[in-house]
């Protein structure tokens, strides 16, 4: 079965600066899918950024980029200038390649804070 | 607009009162989930459909029941609630080329 982990439940990070989201995930399958959701307080779920494993350049969404390190099982978001509207949990998720199923397996989160 | 629409968005009740959180898609997608979150666990799997008709277990299933009687909708079902059932409860839908699309959620507190 397929394990998702964020090591880290807090992180905190100045208004403007870069902070990056740790992600680690366990499978044995070589095709998948790797997203990051927010979640603000608002608690809609909210799709930050996709990667596909197959594709080695990763991925960016404006601010956001990911670092995927597909060998060290890895896939770490980078917000770039952060905003007090990026304050939310942020969540790591896989899920298996086409024709395999659709579900997603979520990691446990990590709460943003942005400091004014 | 593409949504996903479920239904209450709070709900107190007591332990034993059956109890149906409505979900609704208008993106003719075939997939539709139910998961629930909790602090620390992330969100976790109850329920999943294929398609009409076609439902199945995911990692915390009991406790739960789901119907897929039409395409669009995909009810969650308590039929005992107890209190380790108190949980945030979202519902999905998903056509196979990308990610999900979420419902609003449903704050469901089992006294």
């Known amino acids: 079965a397929q394990t998702v982990t964020q090591s880290q439940p807090e992180m905190s990070v100045q208004e403007a600066e870069t902070v990056t989201l740790s992600c680690t995930y366990d499978?044995?399958?070589?095709?998948?899918?790797l997203f990051w959701y927010k979640q603000p307080p608002s608690r809609q779920m909210i799709l930050v950024i996709r990667?596909?494993?197959?594709?080695?350049q990763n991925a960016t969404e404006n601010r956001f980029s990911v670092n995927f390190q597909k060998a060290a099982k890895s896939f770490s978001l980078k917000i770039s200038d952060s905003q007090l509207g990026d304050a939310a949990m942020y969540f790591c998720a896989y899920r298996r390649g086409p024709g395999a199923g659709n579900m997603l397996t979520f990691g446990g989160g990590t709460r943003l804070m942005v400091k004014p | 607009e593409a949504q996903v629409t479920q239904n209450p968005r709070y709900l107190i009740t007591v332990t034993g009162k059956k109890l149906t959180v409505t979900c609704s898609q208008n993106?003719?997608?075939?997939?539709m989930s139910w998961y629930r979150q909790d602090p620390g666990l992330g969100l976790r799997q109850i329920y999943y459909?294929?398609?009409?008709?076609?439902?199945d277990k995911g990692d915390v299933p009991e406790g739960y029941k789901v119907s897929r009687k039409e395409k669009r909708n995909f009810p969650l079902i308590l039929e005992s609630p107890s209190p380790n059932q108190t949980s945030l409860y979202f519902c999905?839908?998903?056509?196979?080329?990308?990610?999900?699309?979420f419902g609003s959620g449903t704050r469901l507190t089992v006294v």
């Open positions: 990667q596909e494993a197959y594709k080695q």
């Open positions: 459909s294929m398609n009409v008709e076609v439902t």
């Open positions: 993106m003719n997608h075939e997939y």
């Open positions: 499978t044995s399958e070589s095709d998948y899918y």
């Open positions: 999905a839908s998903s056509d196979n080329r990308d990610g999900y699309t």
